[in-house]
Structures are given as C-alpha cells and as structure tokens.
C-alpha cells in the first residue's frame, strides 16, 4: 500500500494528476453508490458515465448531466484542498512503511 501511495504521490508532484481526498469525517454524501465520470468535448454535448456494482451507464440527458456536474462540484467542495490531500497521502504512506494500518 506505501507503495502505491507513494506512486499516487510522484504523479501529482509531477503535475501529472490532481487528487483530492474526501475525508472520512465529511460523512455520508451524493456520490456513495459509485464512480462519476464527467466527460467534455469540443463538438458534441457533455456526458456522463456511472459506475458502480454489477452496473456502467453512459448519459447524455442534459438535466442528469447537470445534476451529475452539480454533485461533483459538492464534492469537491467538501474535499480536501490538492496540497492537503497530497499531505495526506504522503502521511498514511509513511505509516504504512512504519506498519501502523489505516482502515
């Protein structure tokens, strides 16, 4: 797991990927039955794809795009800013070198 972590790390020092966390503590919130993937483009409406068990649709109804864009926005209110997610991850890396677990 350090390992991984520490790679997830070297990615975003690398500018390569924005992460942020959304700690435990936030409780409860509108994207817990799955993934979200929200896709832009230049010459066609946006999309967007749920993931979650046993289940992947592809969306184009612009209401639930929108909706789906709105619950990413919360989200990623509720996150962790990129230098205190990137903190964390370099903290439960370490500790996992060190052999303390996380849940």
Do not use: W
Request: charged share 20%; proline share 8%; with cysteine.
């Amino acid at each position: 797991m350090a390992e991984a972590l520490r790679h997830i790390a070297a990615l975003i020092r690398q500018h390569r990927i924005i992460v942020q966390v959304l700690p435990f503590r936030a409780g409860a919130h509108a994207s817990m039955h799955g993934c979200l993937k929200l896709m832009e483009f230049e010459d066609a409406p946006p999309l967007s794809f749920v993931d979650a068990p046993d289940m992947g649709k592809l969306l184009d109804d612009p209401a639930t795009v929108t909706r789906h864009t709105l619950m990413f926005n919360l989200l990623q209110a509720a996150a962790l800013s990129p230098p205190e997610s990137l903190a964390l991850i370099e903290s439960v890396a370490q500790d996992y070198e060190h052999g303390e677990q996380h849940p």
